[in-house]
């Protein structure tokens, strides 16, 4: 199941234009490698970060010391947004493929929060539409079965990942059964077999690496309004 992540865009809705130059005259542009780490669990949570280009993931790790995948980013979005409270980071940020991330060091976020109001209130939204999303989504989740919780995060994928063809949703990132059973927390077993049920029943196909999906199926079999 999916945490949600909000974009640049949602952040700088609503602000000037001149103070959204400012926000990313402030921003100090990286690039990471695939596997890199962008930042670690437990290193201090001192800048903001703005995803530019690639996919990253988030994880954690597991009581029995494996990497729980949280959540996969898209380009815009943001992470690491929780820098006022100079905690330590509460999860680990990894470049999935070559990666452009903008960093705002925590410094830069006071100064904007000093000079532009509209950018003070779009982070309080913004973090407050983060934190009813979070408890929304754990909602469900303490009711969903495996099926359903791949289903839904399959649906998510399409929507975030999602490359339209005749075929159907090809995802543009490949993803193994253990990154899926990361991800709704369930075992590569489960999510293998599951898989192989979704092909019989025509919600999705493989050819090769690739995985296509079909969204109206899957809306269907789930009780859903296709995600546009």
Request: glycine share 6%; aromatic share 6%.
């Amino acid at each position: 199941m999916p945490l949600p992540f909000l974009s640049i865009r949602d952040l700088l809705a609503g602000v000037p234009d001149a103070d959204a130059g400012r926000f990313h005259a402030l921003c100090v542009e990286r690039r990471f490698p695939r596997d890199a780490a962008i930042f670690r669990q437990d290193d201090e949570a001192d800048a903001l970060c703005i995803l530019r280009e690639g996919n990253v993931k988030l994880v954690t790790l597991s009581e029995t010391g494996d990497d729980q995948i949280l959540h996969i980013l898209r380009p815009g979005d943001l992470f690491g947004e929780l820098i006022l409270l100079q905690e330590p980071r509460p999860f680990t940020a990894v470049a999935m493929t070559d990666a452009v991330v903008a960093v705002l060091p925590r410094a830069g976020l006071l100064e904007l929060f000093a000079f532009s109001p509209a950018f003070t209130l779009g982070y309080l939204r913004l973090l407050s539409r983060r934190l009813h999303e979070v408890e929304r989504v754990f909602s469900a989740l303490v009711h969903a079965w495996p099926h359903r919780r791949l289903a839904k995060e399959l649906l998510h994928l399409a929507e975030d990942l999602g490359e339209e063809t005749p075929k159907g949703t090809r995802l543009s990132l490949h993803l193994t059964h253990e990154v899926l059973a990361n991800l709704i927390g369930a075992s590569r077993e489960t999510v293998t077999l599951l898989i192989r049920k979704f092909e019989e029943t025509g919600l999705l196909h493989r050819e090769g690496r690739e995985l296509f999906l079909n969204r109206d199926r899957l809306a269907e079999y789930l009780g859903l309004a296709r995600i546009p």
